[in-house]
């Protein structure tokens, strides 16, 4: 594991699928749920430390360099 889409993945092994809409929320929502998961004992510790350190990495770079990209939203005006 990598990424933060490798981080996704292994949530989705798991049921679990995120898309709050602003990929910082989405951040802390898969952070949150690895918590969950690592509580339940469904993933070892070097599985979930190394997840968050990509979570934290990823959400400290988001908050640093905001992606620039404006999206259209349903009404055709931009969020």
């Not at 889409?5 to 995120?18: A, E, P, S």
């Not at 918590?35 to 070892?44: E, H, M, N, V, Y």
Request: hydrophobic residues 35%; without cysteine.
């Amino acid at each position: 594991m990598k990424t933060y889409n490798d981080v996704l993945k292994l949530l989705k092994q798991f049921g679990t699928y995120i898309h709050v809409g602003k990929r910082l929320y989405d951040m802390e929502l898969a952070a949150i749920e690895l918590d969950r998961l690592a509580k339940s004992g469904l993933i070892d510790r070097k599985t979930y430390a190394t997840a968050k350190i990509i979570l934290n990495h990823e959400h400290e770079e988001e908050q640093r360099h905001p992606l620039k990209l404006q999206q259209k939203n349903t009404f055709g005006g931009t969020k």
